[in-house]
Structure formats: structure tokens, C-alpha cells
């Protein structure tokens, strides 16, 4: 059974997670210590990883959804700064090249907001009986497969895929200049490649 992990995004500087060039990409974040797990250990393949706002000048604020990602690879760290699908990415450095119990989450089923973080009043919510959004350190994941459909069925009904907006903190040096507007479904032609 997939499952979300909420989390608030206390930096949303589109380094981690990096939405840019196709993939979204948690590869530099959320890791936990030795004796306790976190968010890239736990998630696996078809899990949705969910970003909220936080309070902080580089976040969009409690109460909003920054981005929402379904996990479609999960690699090692060291295999992810070898592969060529991801060089040049900002979150793509060798520092653990040899690293082999870190991990890299990667999408191409996301839904990146950033500046334009819609209200997580919207989501419905039938099938959770508390908020989608964690307050602080740590994450939440206690939330019933009847919701994670529910939650996904909103997603792809109201926006389409990919980047709606910059991030909070600025536009990082390697995102494109333009990202897409908020339309609906298969009736919106994407002016940046790959975005």
C-alpha cells in the first residue's frame, strides 16, 4: 500500500527538493541518524512524498502545499551521482560517492508550487481524520489509502504536472527562467522543455 509522508519545508530554495529539468528530486535532505530513520530511508517506490510551508522568509508558510512528488525510483545516493540522467543537477555533488545506505527519491510525477503554494484547505479530506500538514521537526505518514487516492485524484484534477511556480527562497542558478501556469488537464502546452 503506498503512503504519504508529510513533511514542512523550512527552505524551499529548489535545491532539495530540485523540480527542475524533469525530475523532482529529494537526493540532499530528510535523511535520518543512525537511530532514527527518515523520509529517504522509509519511502519506496508509488509512496507520495508531501512538502509543506513552514513559518520561515524562504517558505511558503504554515498551511500551504509546496510540492507533492509520487516516488517512481528510489536509488542509492552513489548510484544517483553516477547516472547520467541526473549530472549537473545542483543536488548531484561526490561528496558521498561511496555512500551506498543514503538514498535518492526521484519523480516524474510531481507537483511543484513553490511561490504559488495553493491552500491546503482544499484538499479533501473524507478519509483523514487530522491535518495532511506536519508541524515541525520530523514527518507524519499516518494517513489511510482511501485518502492517498483521494489526495491524488485531487492533484491530477486541478493542476497538471510539473512546476507551477519559483521557489520561495529565489530562482535557483540551474532552474529555467519561465515555469508553467496553473491550467487544467491536457489543455495547456508547457513553454519550457522538460519543466
Known sequence: MPKPFSYVVDHD?????????????????KFGSPHRRNIVE??????WIVGTGGAGPRSAGHGKLIYAMRVTE????????TD????????????DAHNTKRFALISRDFFYFGTRAPDLKNVP???VNHPLEKRGPGFKSDFTEPFIADFAAWLRSKFRRGVHGLPCGGRPSQAPQV???RAPPRAFACPVRNC
Open 125 to 127: 479530506r473524507p478519509h
Open 179 to 181: 515555469v508553467c501556469h
Open 42 to 47: 522509509l519511502a519506496k517506490f508509488g509512496d
Open 74 to 81: 528510489k536509488l542509492t545516493l552513489r548510484k544517483y551521482l
Open 13 to 29: 530554495d529548489g535545491f532539495s527538493p530540485y523540480p527542475f529539468r524533469g525530475f523532482c528530486t529529494l537526493a540532499r535532505c
Open 84 to 95: 547520467p540522467r541526473f549530472k549537473g543537477r545542483p543536488d548531484n555533488y561526490g561528496a
